[in-house]
């Protein structure tokens, strides 16, 4: 890796994680989705393309044909969407070894990591698709 893919790496966690004993988790999942060549699918690089900063992303959003756009290309952006803070770093560089694929962020902070899409689709239905 490359540290501009560091930086790059590092800035999605910062911008994904509210807790610092989620980021080893989120870079394990993201390491993951790459090695299986999926998209990284982050909501921060979409606002990024946007422009600009949202509550929620919605799935218009998800539309934008950006290079920034990870639910449009595959691998890492081509750059950093923030500057990352020291634990994203160390995040990128010792990620935590899981077999996670998707992680959902609650709308009380709490992070929750599945393995499967069926299992992820089960928790953003109870979380987010039932809490409106």
Do not use: C
């Not at 998707?102 to 299992?119: I, M």
């Amino acid at each position: 890796m490359t540290t501009h893919e560091l930086m790059t790496m590092a800035s999605l966690i910062e911008e994904e994680a509210t807790e610092k004993v989620d980021r080893d988790k989120i870079a394990s999942v993201f390491y993951n989705r790459l090695a299986e060549g999926m998209m990284l699918q982050t909501d921060p690089t979409v606002l990024y393309a946007h422009g600009e900063h949202k509550d929620r992303v919605f799935y218009k959003d998800l539309e934008i044909d950006d290079p920034y756009n990870t639910y449009k290309i595959q691998g890492l952006p081509p750059g950093p969407i923030a500057n990352p803070g020291v634990m994203s770093i160390e995040a990128v560089l010792a990620p935590a070894d899981t077999d996670d694929m998707y992680f959902l962020a609650t709308s009380t902070g709490d992070v929750l990591f599945s393995k499967t899409l069926a299992e992820h689709n089960r928790k953003v239905n109870e979380h987010i698709t039932n809490k409106k």
